[in-house]
């Protein structure tokens, strides 16, 4: 998202001063890990599973709204990843994955810092197929 995009959207959709990552008084069943997009690997098999049109689904936002409501309101639901050898792997978020990948490449230095919030799940990649 260039600045001129950027501008444009925060401007039907202003940042809020103090965004909440987590609301008060609210309990996680699992922890949360805030990680680069870049250190997490994305399965191609699992990303081939989903056309990401509205075909019999709902609308989805376009990836650049998803990353202005990441920046203005934080992460609805954390991504799923599973741990191999080589480190992290992709289960569930890849729209979550995307939006917090360009929001890092933007102008903004704060946006720049934007980490995906993940839980870590115990499975085989048989187990994480059948999940996505």
């Given at each position: 998202m260039n600045a001129e995009e950027r501008a444009a959207?925060?401007?039907e959709h202003p940042l809020p001063e103090h965004p909440t990552i987590l609301e008060p008084?609210?309990?996680l069943?699992?922890?949360i890990l805030f990680l680069d997009p870049a250190n997490i690997r994305i399965d191609p098999e699992v990303r081939s599973l989903r056309e990401w049109g509205t075909k019999g689904h709902r609308a989805e936002l376009t990836i650049p709204e998803l990353a202005l409501s990441i920046a203005?309101?934080?992460q609805d639901a954390p991504a799923v990843i599973?741990?191999?050898e080589e480190g992290y792997v992709l289960v569930d978020g890849q729209?979550?994955?995307?939006?917090?990948?360009l929001l890092r490449q933007g102008d903004d230095e704060t946006e720049r810092q934007t980490t995906?919030?993940?839980v870590v799940r115990q499975m085989t990649p048989d187990q994480a197929f059948h999940a996505a």
């Open positions: 959207l925060l401007a008084g609210k309990s069943a699992e922890p203005r309101d934080g599973r741990e191999d729209r979550r994955w995307e939006a917090v990948t995906l919030e993940c």
